[in-house]
């Protein structure tokens, strides 16, 4: 009997287990809190768990809005499984850290999950604030805290290519952004980095900033370039360029948090906040070489690189005051803006005319192209002329050695032209007969009286006699002044400063016309800053725009129109960091100030020099 009724409680016990094992492991999803009163300037900590046989499958978590709190921290997941007489429970939890905003009483709302098609919800939490003691201001201490964390994830570095070169050779400088962080809206340029001893060269980059993944130190970033520069140094010794400044608004969690950076783009359910941070690049410095004195040819003028020549002539059989054209190319890589052509040696018997240059030059990393000269001249002897090989020296710093390319002479062959009357050919039977015999004139005289007054006494005589020598005093006045000009390159650079900036403006009104951006403000800034480094006479290689601000002040320029001048030349270069830059209305309103800016500048400088 004993042995019966054991038998029967293990059987209980055993459906018992069996029956009631689905009700004590069912899926449930609950919330909870560290403490139910808390004060309002003290973080709690709410938890969202989900516990049962599987946590497989979960999504769609949706946490509650959290009004009336910020959130510090999270979500924060954790997961744990447990085995129980053979039986596996788990469960996945996710805290968050919150404060409150103010004292009173509020609720948490309910939190939701779905598994298998299936949604679990929590419970409302109810939470009382009440008035805590005062904290310390820490406003600047938790301002340096977040700068100093954002400076950690977010960064411009300045990359170049080289740190020791000759004197012309190119530098490459690439400015990129590292961010870790979300960024909230457009970036602003604070300051534009200086190329003082430099002539600067901007290289190709994309319209907006393309960003790739990259692992530093172990940290995941996305990296976009910001800017790219090939500088040609025009100076000996140790160099620099000043930093690249920018202001770039970063979404992060508020202040008050002691970690903003839980999560790699910010807590996407958090109530974030954003902040104007000053991101500033390292400063570069190049050490610049001179270039050897060792072997350096006689002819040489400066050209830094690797180049190639070629050099043809359109004929070599002519006639006297038939022009010819001698066509020399210099490609390769190196700065073509302020390389200069051979020249050219031509036997007595030719009129020599100034060349025509023409540039053609890709700036995509290395600057490579190739600049054309076309050399018109004219024969004015007749017989065989030998025009000296053409030779063209360079520096190549790779090989650091000179070379000096050399064409093959030209021949050339000049026959008598057309226009030439050789008056040793004509005699008397070039002469024709006009008539079978002389014709008279005039064989009456009647009516011809004889004048009482002479010529010379009238007004018209004198006139007449004058207006030859004054038209003579006129134009010697005239090519006086042509002379001067041409003797003196500068002066004549400072009479064409307005027209040459005319010239570009027009252009850029084509491009406006046709909404072609980028040449629209490439054209916008050579007609700018050619007019300054004309009108003040500042080499291209040493022009800055502070530069020019401090000769305008030297002037007398106001200091006003002075900082409308800097406003409209970054605005220039900020152009493709502006999102909205291709709008025509953009582009109309930026074409007006700068046309404003040079007209009140020549009006500005023409009054100083004329007090």
Not at 114 to 129: A, D, H, I, R, S
Not at 169 to 190: D, G, H, P
Not at 469 to 479: I, N, Q, R, T, Y
Request: hydrophobic content about 40%; charged content about 25%; glycine content about 6%.
């Amino acid at each position: 009997m004993k042995t019966n009724t054991a038998s029967l409680k293990i059987l209980i016990v055993l459906f018992l287990f069996l029956f009631l094992q689905p009700i004590l492991f069912a899926q449930e999803f609950t919330a909870s809190v560290n403490e139910t009163t808390v004060a309002d300037n003290v973080r709690f900590q709410v938890s969202f768990s989900f516990s049962g046989k599987s946590i497989n499958n979960l999504k769609n978590f949706k946490p509650p809005s959290f009004s009336n709190f910020l959130v510090l921290s999270g979500p924060n997941q954790s997961t744990s499984i447990q085995i129980l007489n053979g039986v596996q429970t788990a469960s996945l939890t996710y805290l968050y850290i919150l404060q409150p905003e103010r004292v009173g009483t509020y609720s948490i709302g309910k939190a939701s999950i779905e598994q298998v098609g299936q949604t679990y919800e929590t419970k409302p939490l109810k939470m009382q604030v009440v008035k805590g003691s005062a904290k310390p201001k820490q406003n600047n201490t938790e301002q340096t805290i977040s700068n100093e964390e954002i400076a950690k994830n977010l960064y411009i570095r300045a990359i170049i290519d080289k740190r020791k070169v000759y004197k012309g050779e190119q530098v490459t400088v690439v400015y990129k952004l590292f961010t870790r962080l979300t960024i909230a809206a457009q970036m602003s340029i604070n300051k534009l980095p200086q190329y003082q001893g430099f002539w600067a060269e901007e290289l190709e980059t994309a319209s907006n900033i393309t960003f790739k993944t990259d692992v530093i130190n172990g940290k995941q970033f996305r990296v976009g370039n910001l800017k790219k520069v090939a500088l040609f140094p025009s100076q000996t010794g140790k160099l620099e360029v000043t930093p690249f400044e920018l202001t770039v608004p970063v979404q992060i969690q508020r202040k008050r948090s002691r970690n903003i950076f839980d999560d790699f783009f910010g807590d996407p359910f958090g109530r974030g906040e954003t902040i104007e941070y000053k991101a500033i690049s390292n400063t570069v410095k190049v050490d610049v070489l001179p270039l050897p004195t060792e072997g350096k040819p006689e002819n040489f003028h400066g050209a830094v690189g690797d180049f190639k020549m070629e050099a043809t002539m359109n004929k070599t059989s002519t006639k006297t005051n038939e022009p010819l054209t001698l066509n020399v190319s210099i490609s390769g890589t190196g700065n073509f803006e302020l390389l200069e052509m051979p020249e050219i040696n031509l036997p007595t018997g030719f009129e020599k005319y100034e060349p025509k240059i023409s540039e053609n030059v890709r700036n995509i990393g290395k600057l490579r192209g190739s600049k054309t000269g076309g050399y018109l001249f004219v024969p004015r002897v007749v017989g065989i002329r030998e025009i000296s090989p053409i030779e063209f020296s360079y520096f190549d710093p790779a090989k650091k050695k000179y070379f000096t390319l050399k064409s093959e002479p030209f021949t050339l062959n000049i026959e008598q032209g057309e226009r030439i009357v050789n008056t040793e050919v004509v005699g008397k039977e070039d002469v024709q007969q006009l008539g079978n015999d002389i014709r008279f004139i005039k064989t009456s005289f009647s009516g011809i009286e004889k004048k009482s007054k002479y010529m010379i006494n009238t007004n018209g005589f004198w006139i007449a006699g004058a207006a030859p020598f004054l038209l003579l005093a006129v134009l010697l006045g005239w090519k006086r002044r042509s002379d001067k000009l041409a003797g003196n390159v500068t002066l004549l650079r400072y009479q064409k400063a307005q027209k040459v900036a005319k010239n570009r403006l027009k252009k850029a009104g084509k491009f406006l016309q046709e909404k072609n951006h980028k040449e629209f403000y490439t054209e916008l800034s050579l007609a700018l800053f050619g007019y300054l480094e004309d009108k003040l006479h500042i080499a291209k290689a040493e022009f800055t725009i502070e530069r020019a601000a401090d000769d305008l002040r030297i002037k007398g320029v106001k200091e006003r129109l002075i900082i409308d001048l800097k406003n409209s030349a970054e605005k220039c270069e900020y152009v493709r960091f502006a999102p909205g830059a291709e709008e025509s209305a953009a582009m109309k309103e930026m074409y007006d100030e700068l046309a404003e800016v040079i007209i009140s500048l020549e009006k500005s400088i023409v009054e100083t020099k004329n007090v």
